[in-house]
């Protein structure tokens, strides 16, 4: 049996499976991760994204942060990898998806149950009075965009560094990781805390730990039970062939 019909069976034996992902899903969306040789802080200094920076510079930030999450990330469509998932889940599989990501594609891609660790990138909320409003071409013509009931600053609803996990999306998806009995983490280094802690509570409570990256993470060696080698979109290509 090979690591992709094995991945088949935990998937099919499992009465809860949850999905944990990081950037490495959506590198193949050409959306590029953070940290790495190809990442984003190589060429952008990561202070645009830290809270106190932002509230001193919110026009310098929003250059920035527009340019990279909405002209750029805003063109990101989901691989095949997102599309596995949710199908996955449409078919009664896959129970809730937890991402790291700010991107989106998990839902374009039509998964339904998915919480946003970090945030997500379609919703602008009010660093003063907290509306929030659907990320438009007309919010974003000025920067900083302002809130049209008290004129403040504008922030995308993710979390910047120096900022608290939203606290409702953090209880839940702990809560998740517990009912977990086969919990698959995908495209994630597991540098990031609080969010590298997910997997390893799902595994305290007895989980089996299926791991895809492309290279070996600091869940591997710990945690993982089935580790999986290879591109995210490829590998669970494989897997969805072995279990239909």
């Not at 920076?53 to 527009?66: D, R």
């Not at 989106?104 to 997500?120: D, P, R, Y």
């Not at 007895?206 to 490829?234: H, P, V």
Request: include cysteine; charged fraction near 30%; charge should be negative.
């Amino acid at each position: 049996m090979n690591k992709y019909q094995k991945a088949a069976e935990l998937i099919k034996n499992s009465k809860h499976t949850t999905v944990f992902t990081g950037a490495g899903v959506s590198v193949e969306s050409g959306v590029p991760p953070f940290r790495g040789e190809k990442g984003l802080w190589n060429e952008y200094d990561p202070i645009i994204l830290e809270l106190k920076n932002f509230y001193k510079n919110p026009e310098k930030s929003w250059v920035t942060i527009k340019e990279i999450f909405y002209d750029y990330f805003g063109k990101a469509e989901p691989n095949e990898a997102h599309r596995v998932i949710a199908r996955l889940e449409e078919d009664g599989y896959v129970k809730a998806v937890i991402t790291q990501n700010i991107d989106n594609l998990h839902q374009k891609a039509g998964s339904q149950n998915v919480f946003e660790f970090h945030g997500n990138s379609r919703d602008l909320v009010c660093t003063e009075c907290g509306t929030k409003y659907p990320v438009t071409d007309e919010l974003l013509a000025e920067l900083p965009p302002k809130c049209k009931k008290c004129g403040e600053v504008l922030k995308p609803d993710f979390v910047f560094f120096g900022e608290a996990i939203p606290e409702q999306e953090e209880k839940l998806s702990f809560e998740e990781a517990e009912k977990a009995d086969l919990f698959i983490v995908i495209g994630t280094t597991g540098e990031v805390q609080p969010a590298s802690l997910i997997p390893v509570v799902a595994k305290s409570k007895g989980a089996k730990i299926l791991e895809i990256n492309i290279k070996k993470s600091n869940f591997t060696d710990d945690i993982t039970d089935l580790f999986i080698e290879e591109k995210a979109a490829q590998a669970m290509k494989k897997i969805e062939a072995e279990l239909y």
